[in-house]
C-alpha cells in the first residue's frame, strides 16, 4: 500500500512590511482637562532657568527712597517697547519681582515703584519715574494674560507647550525676568484650560471675565504722608536670579501664529514642538479686552 504524500499547508499571504512611518501611526487623543485639586497644578514657570544677570550696582548711582522721590520729572528719561530698552525694562520686572511690588493687586502704593526706580537707577544709571516702572508693568501683564488666552484658545496649547514657547520665542521678550506674573493668572489659566481644554460648562466663566477687567493697575493716591520715607531695610541689590528721539509707548498685544499647511510626521520630532516662525511687533494703538 503506498503511502499518500502529505500536502503542504499553502502559506497564508502577508501584508508586505511597509516602511512608511505613517502607516500604522495613529495619533494619540489628548485627554480632556479636568481641573486639578487645589495645589496640585502644574507651575512650570516656577522652575529655575538660565538668563543673563542683572548688572551690579554703581555707588555713585545710589539714590535712597525719598532722595529719588524728590528728583525732578524733568529728568526722568521715556522708555519704550523697542530692542534698545530691552534690557532696562528686564531690569524692571526683576526688581518688580525682588519687592514683591507685584503683590499689591490694582492699587499700588507709589513707594513701592519709586524703590524700583531708584534699584534701576542704581544699576544703569537711567533715572525712570515710578510712572514708567509702573507702566511697565501694568501692559507687560496685559500682555502675558492676552498670550495665555490665545495660546490656549486659538492653540489648544498644554502647559509644556506653553511655558516652551514663551521661554524660546519672542512673543513676549522679557518673560524669563517676568515668570513670577504667570501666579497672577494661576487660577485664570485654569479656568481657560477647563473651557477649551476640558468640559467647557465646568468653567468659572465670572472669574474669567473679572480677570479680563482687572488690567488697569494705578497708584492708590489715598496712602499716607510717610509713603515716601526711607526703608533701611531695603538695601539697593540686584536679585540672584541711548534713549530715542521718539519710544514705542505700548508693545504688541496682538500674536500671529502660522500654522503649516501641510503636516508630515517624522518619528524623530514627532514629539518635539516648534514654535511658529512669524510674529508681529508692531504695537497697536489701542487695547481691546479679549
Avoid at 538668563?51 to 522708555?79: A, L, T
Avoid at 530692542?83 to 513707594?111: C, M, S
Avoid at 496685559?142 to 486659538?154: G, N, P, S, V, W
Wanted: hydrophobic content about 30%.
Amino acid at each position: 500500500m503506498s503511502r499518500r504524500k502529505k500536502s503542504r499547508p499553502e502559506k497564508i499571504p502577508q501584508d508586505p512590511v511597509t516602511t512608511d512611518p505613517i502607516v500604522g501611526y495613529v495619533e494619540p487623543k489628548k485627554v480632556p482637562f479636568v481641573r486639578p485639586p487645589p495645589g496640585t497644578a502644574l507651575c512650570l514657570w516656577k522652575e529655575q532657568i538660565d538668563r543673563d544677570p542683572i548688572p551690579d550696582g554703581r555707588m555713585e548711582f545710589y539714590r535712597s527712597i525719598s532722595d529719588y522721590s524728590k528728583i525732578e520729572e524733568s529728568k526722568f528719561e521715556p522708555i519704550g517697547w523697542g530692542p534698545e530698552d530691552l534690557q532696562t525694562r528686564n531690569i524692571v520686572y526683576a526688581f518688580i519681582e525682588l519687592t514683591g511690588a507685584w503683590r499689591h493687586g490694582l492699587r499700588v502704593p507709589r513707594k513701592e515703584f519709586i524703590d524700583v526706580a531708584r534699584r534701576v537707577y542704581h544699576c544703569t544709571g537711567r533715572l525712570l519715574s515710578a510712572e514708567s516702572c509702573l507702566d511697565i508693568w501694568s501692559k507687560g501683564r496685559l500682555l502675558l494674560r492676552k498670550f495665555l488666552r490665545t495660546a490656549i484658545e486659538d492653540m489648544l496649547m498644554d502647559p509644556e507647550e506653553m511655558e516652551n514657547t514663551l521661554i524660546t520665542s519672542e512673543w513676549i521678550p522679557s518673560y524669563s525676568y517676568m515668570r513670577f506674573a504667570r501666579e497672577v493668572f494661576h487660577e485664570y489659566e485654569i479656568e481657560l484650560r477647563v473651557k477649551y481644554l476640558g468640559d467647557r460648562t465646568d468653567a468659572d466663566n465670572e472669574l474669567i471675565t473679572r480677570t479680563e477687567k482687572e488690567d488697569d493697575i494705578q497708584f492708590d493716591e489715598e496712602e499716607c504722608n510717610d509713603a515716601v520715607d526711607d526703608d533701611e531695610t531695603a538695601p539697593v541689590v540686584a536679585p540672584d536670579h541711548q534713549e530715542s528721539e521718539e519710544v514705542d509707548s505700548d508693545p504688541p498685544t496682538t500674536f500671529t501664529f502660522a500654522p503649516p499647511t501641510t503636516f508630515e510626521y517624522d518619528p524623530s520630532t514627532a514629539f518635539q514642538f516648534s514654535s511658529p516662525t512669524t510674529i508681529t511687533f508692531a504695537p497697536p494703538t489701542t487695547f481691546e479686552l479679549h
